[in-house]
């Protein structure tokens, strides 16, 4: 693991932290160290802090992802408003977590993207034989409801015949709708498939993918895809 942050007391308790837990961590003061590292070492997954002098923790996703490098960022962020939030995202990160936070939430959240990395059986997925009496099931490569299409060795997905630009977390929690079409699954379930880990009911994180979900799949003129059930959860459905 490979850990970026330029607050030296956090960064140590961190790197100190998440030995005990058993990863094997390289932590560095600041982007250029972190890509340096990236390129020498390329670790099984990232977690960088997005304010960091000289190339922040976006820049160094940037550059990554433009190079083809896939490997699993996690996000350190103190900036609290969703379009900060999702700018982590459109970097490429695969999930984030807010200062000041807990470092179990942090474990969890390196435990899903990990997970999401393993080899994984022909045929699984985030909610395999969920489909509620709906087939979307093609084969054990594609799925698809709702117009949307996925190729899941591929890691691909479309809209009709737009492709989707979508990053692992994104993809994971298309997948789960798609397979789970026209049936409302609750938040603490979608919590559970895609990170692991319930973060709770006041946690923006959902909401936050969910968001940034609709406005890469949404077309002018064309019906909303993911709809929003009050206190319960999301469906994907054509209305």
């Known amino acids: 693991m490979l850990l970026a942050e330029d607050d030296r007391a956090i960064r140590h308790a ?10 094997e961590v390289t932590a560095v003061a600041d982007g250029v160290e972190a890509l340096a590292q990236a390129h ?8 960088l802090d997005v304010m960091m002098p000289g190339i922040d923790g976006l820049q160094v996703c940037r550059v990554l992802r433009a190079e083809g490098d896939r490997t699993p ?3 350190l962020t ?18 984030y977590v807010v200062k000041p936070f807990d470092v179990e939430e942090v474990f969890a959240r390196l435990r899903a993207l990990l997970r999401r990395t393993s080899p994984v059986p022909a045929g699984t997925g985030a909610a395999a034989g969920e489909n509620g009496g709906r087939e979307p099931q093609l084969s054990d490569r594609q799925i ?15 809209r009709g015949k737009r492709e989707l630009e979508l990053t692992r977390t994104e993809f994971e929690l298309l997948e789960l709708l798609v397979r789970n079409a026209g049936i409302v699954l609750d938040h603490s379930t979608i919590y559970d498939r895609i990170w692991g880990y319930d973060f709770g009911p006041g946690s923006k994180n959902l909401a936050v993918y969910v968001g940034y979900l609709r406005r890469k799949l949404d077309e002018p003129g064309a019906p909303q895809l993911i709809h929003t059930v009050r206190g319960v959860g999301y469906v994907l459905r054509e209305d």
């Open 144 to 158: 698809e409801a709702a117009g949307i299409r996925m190729d899941l060795q591929a890691r691909r997905a479309w």
């Open 14 to 23: 961190l790197e100190r932290a998440l030995t005990l837990e058993g990863y």
């Open 78 to 95: 103190a900036l609290v408003e969703t379009a900060d939030r999702i700018a982590g995202l459109d970097a490429g990160a695969d999930d």
């Open 40 to 47: 020498k070492t390329p670790p099984d997954v990232l977690v």
């Open 73 to 75: 960022i996690l996000m």
